[in-house]
């Protein structure tokens, strides 16, 4: 059984804050090693179930967040920036289950520091239907047949998971009080859920069917000014929605669609504002 992991920071257990995922902040050192355990939680309860092989993907910001000296020593590291397929990056055909952990809700929802890949993404749709990191990462999942079987992060995207993904486990580490404060378990009982969640999913990964992506799918992109649309705008065949913030791009396949929304959110990151 080989296994992939998903690991992203903002939903990992007691981080309530910017401060403790931006790598030039006071509190981002803590917010590592407490990412690093958490994954290597996951990664022993994964080979405990009879995984043969557990591919990590480091999915925050510059995705070089993972202590490798501490991950477990039988797992695989994906690591560092730029990745084609981001969040996702390794992920084919050959995996029996993906795991998503550290994860947040989407952008404009309630959930501890929740987004959609950029501060400056509003919104996220396929097909008209909005989607945040966890759907579209699901989505290029279901591109492979492959189920994801369990997310963790906060209880927004827990819920989120559940709406979204049939028969996924979860497991809510945080509560979220506010955007930037959570009612937290402690590092070792998150653990402890984390491995019982774990065992479970892969124990009932026949009964979760992948996240099937449509076909042809139309990718829009809601920027929170024009400016940001305008840099989006600049990937060729992208267009502005007149009147709006929307950027949209017709894809032939979800994996189109997903690296469009990596070009286009990238380029309006270029945006100034003075």
Request: glycine letters at 8%.
């Amino acid at each position: 059984m080989k296994v992939y992991l998903s690991v992203d920071m903002e939903g990992i257990t007691g981080l309530p804050d910017y401060t403790y995922v931006s790598s030039n902040e006071k509190n981002y050192e803590r917010g590592r090693r407490i990412m690093t355990r958490e994954a290597n939680y996951v990664i022993q309860a994964a080979f405990d179930q009879g995984a043969t092989e557990v591919l990590v993907n480091d999915s925050h910001s510059k995705m070089n967040n993972l202590l490798i000296e501490e991950l477990h020593p039988d797992a695989m590291l994906i690591t560092g920036d730029v990745k084609p397929f981001s969040m996702v990056q390794g992920l084919d055909a050959s995996m029996d289950a993906a795991i998503f952990i550290g994860y947040h809700a989407r952008a404009g929802q309630k959930g501890v520091m929740s987004h959609a890949m950029t501060w400056g993404a509003r919104n996220m749709y396929i097909n008209d239907e909005p989607i945040g990191e966890l759907g579209f990462n699901a989505y290029v999942a279901g591109f492979y047949g492959v189920p994801v079987v369990l997310v963790a992060g906060d209880d927004c995207v827990a819920k989120e998971a559940d709406l979204l993904l049939k028969g996924v486990h979860t497991a809510a580490v945080k509560e979220t009080i506010s955007r930037s404060a959570v009612k937290s378990l402690t590092p070792v009982k998150a653990g402890e859920l984390l491995t019982k969640q774990t065992a479970l999913a892969l124990q009932n990964r026949a009964q979760c069917s992948p996240l099937a992506p449509p076909e042809n799918p139309v990718l829009k992109v809601e920027f929170t000014n024009y400016g940001e649309a305008e840099w989006a705008s600049l990937m060729p065949g992208a267009a502005i929605i007149p009147g709006t913030c929307i950027v949209t791009y017709q894809a032939k396949t979800i994996l189109e669609a997903y690296q469009a929304m990596l070009v286009m959110t990238e380029l309006a990151m270029r945006t100034t504002f003075c």
